[in-house]
């Protein structure tokens, strides 16, 4: 085999047979995961409530330097 040669058909076809069986165990993986998790209770004690999110970056260009920030605020005062 010299370096312009195309691998054989049946090496691509057992790579590609490989890459499904991978992708499809992996799903599966995933799945069987994902049942031994609850989703998580959402608590709502009946009034409003208000938001609001920021995000603020400096000098992006020299580095990471941000700040995030959440506010929530219970409508009607404390």
Known sequence: M???D????????VLVLLAVLI?????????H???KYKPAT?????SSATGRV?????N???G???KISLNLEKSGGN
Do not use: A, C, W
């Open 54 to 58: 920021s995000l603020e970056v400096q």
């Open 33 to 35: 995961e994902m049942q």
């Open 64 to 66: 990471v330097h941000g």
């Open 23 to 31: 992708s499809v165990l992996g799903t599966f993986t995933v799945l």
């Open 6 to 13: 195309d691998l054989p058909k049946s090496v691509l076809v």
């Open 42 to 46: 959402v608590y709502v004690d009946g």
């Open 2 to 4: 010299g370096i312009d």
């Open 60 to 62: 992006p260009n020299r």
